[in-house]
Structures are given as structure tokens and as C-alpha cells.
């Protein structure tokens, strides 16, 4: 069984950053497409972020585009979140989860998607 691990979640203001990680037991991350979800009170899990198993391409939310960026670190078996210019709109429990197929194009829904982490949570407000 795949185990994520998801850290880095907080209070920031309007405007702040934060960097979500996302790690790895029992198995490679580069094995996987990675994806990053979030879930605020009342709406459903929409995909953030996800980077492709073989190389690396990565697909954004226009939501978050120009402010939010995936990326891997191998030799950490983590990937990280790295989130800038955050606004209120962004407060919501954020979650990894892994796509044995590796493949980010048609990944799109939770579905698509068989391990998950426990979620971190990020507010952003003043």
C-alpha cells in the first residue's frame, strides 16, 4: 500500500507563501504521477497541481497558475507545493495523492488517483 504523508500546511495572510510536501514510504514517487488536490467546507476536491511520472511535465489549475508550483525531489522520494500569492479563495485541506499510470493528462478527478494522504490544512486570511 502506497503511504503519503502531506506537511507544510498553516495560517498565512493574504498575499504569503507556503511550501506543501508531500512524502513517501514504501515505495519510489517517481514511480507516479503526483497530484495535488484540495477540498474547501461545503465543495468538492478539485485538482491543483500534478507532474508526470516520466517526464516530469506538469499541468495547473488556472485557478493557481502563476502562482502555485509542483515539483520533485528524487532524492527525497518528496514533491513539493510551492504556493505563492495566496488568497483567501485558496484556504481548503489540501491533499497528495499518487496515479500508478503516470500520466497527468486525463487524471483529472480524484478517481483517477489510488493512494492519498491523511490532507494538510492552509488558511489564508488576515
Known amino acids: 500500500q502506497v503511504q503519503l504523508v502531506e506537511s507544510g500546511g498553516g495560517l498565512v495572510q493574504p498575499g504569503g507563501s507556503l511550501r506543501l510536501s508531500c512524502a513517501a514510504s514504501?515505495?519510489?514517487?517517481?514511480?507516479?504521477?503526483i497530484g495535488w488536490f484540495r477540498q474547501a467546507p461545503g465543495k468538492e476536491r478539485e485538482r491543483v497541481s500534478c507532474i508526470s511520472r516520466r517526464d516530469g511535465s506538469t499541468i495547473d489549475a488556472d485557478s493557481v497558475k502563476g502562482r502555485f508550483t509542483i515539483s520533485r525531489d528524487n532524492a527525497k522520494n518528496t514533491v513539493y507545493l510551492q504556493m505563492n500569492s495566496l488568497k483567501p479563495e485558496d484556504t481548503a485541506v489540501y491533499y497528495c495523492?499518487?496515479?500508478?499510470?503516470?500520466?497527468?493528462?486525463?487524471?483529472?478527478?480524484?478517481?483517477?488517483?489510488?493512494?492519498w494522504g491523511q490532507g494538510t490544512q492552509v488558511t489564508v486570511s488576515s
Open positions: 495523492a499518487a496515479r500508478s499510470l503516470g500520466s497527468c493528462t486525463r487524471a483529472t478527478t480524484p478517481d483517477d488517483f489510488g493512494s
Open positions: 514504501k515505495f519510489t514517487l517517481d514511480y507516479y504521477a
